[in-house]
């Protein structure tokens, strides 16, 4: 049991960290998009 409880800490402690850098990217992505279309809505009003 104690080598599961090991082994499985070592995933988790390898897993976590790419599921927020992961989370932060689609977060920029979202964000960045939202942006864009922004630009893209007062562009077309100006013109």
Known sequence: MNDLSATL?????MIAP???ISACGS?????SQRL????DRVRNISH
């Open 9 to 13: 800490a070592i995933l988790s402690a």
């Open 36 to 39: 864009n279309r922004t630009i």
């Open 18 to 20: 790419a599921v927020l």
């Open 27 to 31: 977060l920029i992505i979202a964000t």
